[in-house]
């Protein structure tokens, strides 16, 4: 049974680069049937999609952020990490890592880390 | 402000049948799947819907999920104190090339 649990930093300062790793456990991520993901979630708020990878590192990013997104996948280590640059108080959320199922034109989820708490502020 | 509209909350008494309902345009709900997420209290999403109106291995058949036009709903019936909740539609908008989330709907089993 895949798992996947999220790790980095709880706390970053506004303008620096908020990095997180997802690893995943049970299971290969070098998978060519899956893709991996990152969503987040601002407090009290709905979700947000980030970005997607392969096991070959061919991306898709939310316009929104492809500015400041990196998203990168370690295959030897079965991970994969997200680093979002000059950050603000408006990146203050519970970032998730998830698995993507299906195609990246119909994907779904499942399943998901429990999720880390990163907080922007000085 | 969500691309998918549901209702921020909804509720039922024990044994009854709710809907959701998530509204969409033809570049996302209109021209793709929809999918639907239970988040339970305090933790992660989980799956409950894919490609409209299946259900994961696992997801009671209490749960259907349908779709018409660019709108899309969930249905739970012989509703259960453990079923409340926030659900979450999603479906890719061809505008984004990502999915696109609603904005949540908070289910209270009263």
């Known amino acids: 049974q895949v798992q996947l649990q999220e790790s980095g930093p709880g706390l970053v300062k506004p303008s620096q680069t908020l990095s997180l790793t997802c690893t995943v456990s049970?299971?290969?991520?070098?998978?060519?049937?899956?893709?991996w993901t990152w969503i987040r979630q601002h407090p009290g708020k709905g979700l947000e999609w980030i970005g997607f990878i392969y096991y070959s590192g061919t991306t898709y990013y939310n316009p929104s952020l492809q500015s400041r997104l990196t998203i990168s996948v370690d295959t030897s280590k079965n991970r994969f990490s997200l680093k979002l640059s000059s950050v603000t108080a408006a990146d203050t959320a519970v970032y998730y890592c998830?698995?993507?199922?299906?195609?990246?034109?119909?994907?779904?989820?499942?399943?998901w880390g429990q999720g880390t708490l990163v907080t922007v502020s000085s | 402000q969500s691309v998918l509209t549901q209702p921020p909350s909804a509720s039922g008494t024990p044994g009854q049948r709710v809907t959701i309902s998530c509204s969409g345009s033809s570049s996302n709900i209109g021209s793709n799947y929809v999918f639907w997420y239970q988040q339970l209290p305090g933790t992660a999403p989980k799956l409950l819907i894919y490609r409209n109106n299946l259900r994961p291995s696992g997801v009671p058949d209490r749960f259907s999920g349908s779709k018409s036009g660019t709108s899309a709903s969930l249905a739970i019936s012989g509703l259960r104190s453990e079923d409340e909740a926030d659900y979450y539609c999603v479906a890719r908008d061809d505008s984004l090339s990502g999915p696109v989330f609603g904005g949540g709907t908070k289910l209270t089993v009263l």
């Open positions: 049970g299971g290969s991520i070098n998978s060519g049937s899956y893709f």
């Open positions: 998830a698995r993507g199922v299906g195609t990246v034109t119909t994907p779904w989820f499942d399943p």
